[in-house]
């Protein structure tokens, strides 16, 4: 089979790998339809973060092509949803909803023979933990770029959402407008906020990011978008923050910009980042968030794609097949993209 190899810093080729097999009688082979470039990605591509070489890619949709003989809920053919993170579905963790921490799972892509999403055909360990079967047939190209959001992107902005306890009539501000970000915006109209900041200063984003139901743009950053942020909210802060990027000044922003008694939501990758003890206490500001257990808001997202009631897919801007995947990779390291989408096969 074809895959996606990570060579180094700035380098990912395509190059021929074996095909993946049944290892353990809980997995299965699933024949890869649609991947995509994530965000995290760039960490490595851009030599912030160290990663084998190997494999890479972690978002993927696609087509059983074989089980184990103790899987039970899925057969070949179905056509599925893989999280970026395999799972059990059974340890404690998972059954409190955090799939991302499952005492028997771990991630796709690290680098491990046969296990990244942006190859022709992958191994899917746990299968009937981590495998959603989609229901129906014969999906436009719009959907299919959707549902790919939901292995990973969508849910990681839902799950900062959630966990920054956004609600009906809530103000709630966006730090990010990459693609996490953005389906953070459309997160936070889905569960009824009735304000929705967006920090943004590419008009392309901003653009998305109104569409997904953001009414307000703040282009400043640093202690500037703390003051543009003060001055639309009557100097209070917002009522929940999304924070979608990772960095030090994305945090400080976050923090600094949640009213008293507010919760930041943390899905940004940190790097080098410190939270202020004191300010956050005596502001009784909290957080929440981390790898996102997209697993756990699988079904209502599922629904609410399919039902056409939210339309992630559209944070997709650059597509091009696993051939040419290293200018899916050029294009959102260059900003010249949102997100990439991979086509690897026609379902």
Known sequence: MKAAIFRGAGKIEVDERPDPVIQEQTDAIVRVVLACVCGSDLWYYRGLMSHPEGPIGHEFIGVVEEIGSEVKTLQKGDFVIAPFAFSDGTCPNCQAGFHTACTHGGFFGQGIEGDGGQAELTRVPHADGTLVVVPG?????????????????????????????????????????GAVGLSAVLSAKLLGAKRIIAMSRHAERQALAREFGATDIVEERGDEAIKAIMALTDGIGVDAVLECVGTMEANQTAFA???????????????????????????????????????????????????????????????????????AYAAMDERRAIKSLVKIEIL
């Open 137 to 177: 047939s014969n999906f436009s190209d719009e959907t299919l770029a959707s549902l790919l959001t939901l292995s990973d992107v969508m849910g990681t902005g839902y799950h900062a959402a959630v966990s920054a306890g956004v609600k009906q009539d809530d103000t709630v501000a966006v730090v990010g407008d």
């Open 257 to 327: 910009i949640a009213r008293a008694g507010a919760i930041v939501g943390r899905v940004g990758m940190p790097h080098n980042v410190e939270i202020p003890a004191e300010g956050t206490f005596y502001r009784n500001v909290g957080m929440r968030g981390g790898p996102a257990p997209v697993r756990a808001y699988m079904a209502e997202l599922l629904d609410a794609v399919l039902a056409g009631k939210i339309h992630p897919g559209r944070v997709f801007d650059f597509t091009t097949d696993l051939d040419h995947i290293a200018d």
